[in-house]
């Protein structure tokens, strides 16, 4: 077997305990989020399970660790702050990729940085440097691990109450058009990382991708050998058709569930994450996925279950 590396996905920790809101930063969205929380998310999303699953995925060594979204819950001055503190017990910017949530980008807060507090960990390295997008740009980026290369995606844009639908939008589809055939040339097995389920009908109207029709056909024509996802708070894995003309075969798409989750919340599976391994043996793609996550009683992690991707 060439190298092959190990990639840990964890996503949607919405990470408590929620601060109470200022009065200075209530709306409308924030308000109603803030009396959801109150009244059932918090009963469901609890810190000391996610630091369960991070012992556990921790312990495991990665080589490096995707986080897809939603590290918070408001959008709140101190949730980015504890966020940031959080990213900075898992891993430094080096070992940890992050891309945005819808509940990470929830609605404005007049000249406050946001998710600019995570810069370093949504950033190019030293490698991908030479595919930034031009200013303004920030997304996609492109980071190299071994023979795998991650492409972060932002989904997340501030949208009305009781919408959490996301939208990547015509420049970041341009760039991801152009990207992905110049990644394939380099012989490079590309990894795309984006918080909302990235193709159409994985998520009813309200939270789905506005632009997924458009983000699948780019997908379908250049090529990736996985697409990793969050948002839908459950496990899913569905193979996706390239087209024929451009050499045929499947894209496996792979959400996780929360790493959060203490308790069943409605369809809810208990707080979990991903271990993939990912190489080629013998010139093929050979990518391996061991889910691990709170056992019944939630005191303790184990593997849940363990499949061969491709």
Not at 5 to 30: E, F, Q, Y
Not at 268 to 282: A, F, H, K, S, T
Request: charged share 20%; glycine share 10%.
């Amino acid at each position: 077997m060439s190298e092959t590396i190990t990639l840990a996905h964890v996503s949607d920790v919405h990470l408590s305990p929620m601060p109470g809101v200022a009065l200075r930063h209530l709306n409308v969205k924030r308000g109603l989020g803030y009396l959801n929380w109150r009244r059932h998310r918090r009963h469901a999303h609890h810190r000391a399970a996610l630091d369960l699953v991070v012992a556990d995925m921790l312990a495991h060594k990665p080589d490096h660790i995707a986080v897809t979204g939603d590290l918070i819950n408001l959008g709140l001055p101190v949730e980015y702050e504890a966020a940031t503190a959080w990213l900075n017990e898992v891993g430094t910017p080096q070992d940890v990729t992050v891309v945005p949530g819808n509940h990470d980008i929830y609605t404005s807060l007049r000249g406050d940085p946001g998710i600019a507090r995570w810069a370093a960990y949504m950033r190019a390295d030293a490698w991908g440097a030479k595919y930034v997008p031009p200013p303004p740009a920030q997304f996609p980026f492109v980071r190299r691990l071994g023979p795998v290369v991650l492409i972060g995606v932002n989904s997340a844009v501030e949208t009305p109450p009781f919408i959490a639908a996301g939208e990547v939008g015509a420049r970041q589809r341009a760039a991801l058009a152009a990207l992905l055939p110049q990644l394939a040339a380099e012989g490079l097995i590309r990894v795309v990382l984006i918080h909302h389920p990235p193709l159409p009908g994985q998520a009813p109207p309200r939270r789905a991708l506005r632009d997924a029709e458009a983000l699948a056909h780019i997908l379908a024509a250049h090529g990736a050998e996985l697409v990793l996802h969050g948002h839908n708070h459950c496990d899913s894995h569905m193979d996706f058709a390239r087209l024929p003309e451009t050499g045929g075969g499947n894209i496996p798409v792979i959400g996780v569930a929360s790493g959060s989750i203490a308790r069943v919340h409605k369809n809810e599976p208990l707080g979990r994450y991903n271990l993939l391994r990912i190489g080629r043996v013998d010139g093929r793609v050979h990518i391996e996925c061991a889910t691990r996550g709170l056992e019944t009683g939630g005191r303790s992690v184990g593997q849940i279950e363990r499949k061969l991707v491709t």
